[in-house]
């Protein structure tokens, strides 16, 4: 099959850019994530479907907490891309110059954000190379624009927006590693464990 | 927690509206959903999850078949939405009067629509009111605006877009049916089942 005919299709099934966080006995991380999905047709229990790559930190955090919080990025925060998506939180503390408080679940909230939602999770499904949680949200605001002078609220960052700004070479490391994500799900999608998620160790 | 606070991000978390299909020994059928991700970054393996509530004819169709087609609708095809979501499989044959050709999963593709994706089942998750399935994608393509004088392509349908053209009282009828579908979410979303998807039965 050939991608790009449905790529148009594709385009139109991940979300804006968030920093997807987590905590896990004293260990606290974030990541950037598109692949983030609504989940319930009930306003008094809402619900999120997010997809983590099992190489992560962030998944280990969320798979051992149960918790994590989504935090929408403001169409100012471009620096958080590169802060939170380039580098693992495996050789640095990625949140120790970004303010944030712990919410319910225990995964940390960014003071500064477009919206949050901070969840808990209640089901979990193995895609082989990575991991859709199902968590219902314990509580979540949505903030608007953020930085000193908000004006009309430009709405959440979208990566077709960020890759506009950014400048090239950073385009370039992420493409890169992009590229290393790409080969190791090529690698393990197909390797579905059908444990169920309350049988994890 | 106030629903409203998390409104401005949760439509951002649903997909345009697609007519979701399946079949199962001889019964075909569709409905519309707008629970609709992308699950896979490799462009040689593309990969969506859907989100169906189990009480619908579809659900039902895909959980045997393991096969179901995502026939995202045109903006012209705001006719469709009545025809198969406001009325059941189990009482009507809802494709009888609508083109199709049956897809690699087995599962009907439109002749016309926006674009379409024919997949195949990987694994699901239960989410007590409803069934997460993760697909393969089989086969697809974006065939842009349908209708006789096809112009510039005005993309998928949102169903911000439909609300506003469609009839006041097919409006009534929508709002009641998913005030019924939000009564069953309610009860049922806490009553998830751990079985493994590969153990149903």
């Known amino acids: 099959m050939d991608y790009s005919r449905i790529a148009p299709m594709m385009t139109h099934l991940w979300a804006p850019m968030a920093a997807v966080t987590s905590a896990w006995q004293g260990k606290y991380n974030a990541q950037i994530a598109v692949a983030i999905s609504a989940a319930s047709i009930v306003p008094g229990k809402p619900r999120v479907a997010i997809k983590i790559q099992k190489r992560n930190l962030t998944h280990d955090l969320i798979y051992k907490s149960d ?3 989504i935090n ?10 590169s802060a939170f998506g380039l580098v693992s939180g495996r050789d640095t503390e990625k949140l120790s110059h970004v303010p944030y408080r712990l919410g319910p679940s225990g995964s940390p909230v960014l003071k500064s954000c477009w919206g949050y939602m901070d969840c808990r999770v209640v089901n979990a499904l193995d ?5 859709c949680f199902l968590g219902d949200v314990l509580e979540g605001d949505t903030l608007g624009e953020t930085g000193d002078q908000p004006g009309h609220d430009k709405g959440p960052l979208w990566w077709r927006d960020a890759q506009r ?4 070479e950073l385009i370039d490391e992420w493409n890169q590693k992009i590229a290393q994500e790409r080969e190791f799900s090529a690698e393990s999608m197909d390797n579905i464990d059908f444990t169920p998620w309350t049988s994890r160790s």
């Open 165 to 168: 700004q950014l400048p090239p």
């Open 67 to 69: 918790g994590f919080a």
């Open 72 to 81: 929408f990025l403001s169409t100012d925060q471009l620096d958080l891309i």
């Open 127 to 131: 895609g082989g190379d990575l991991t």
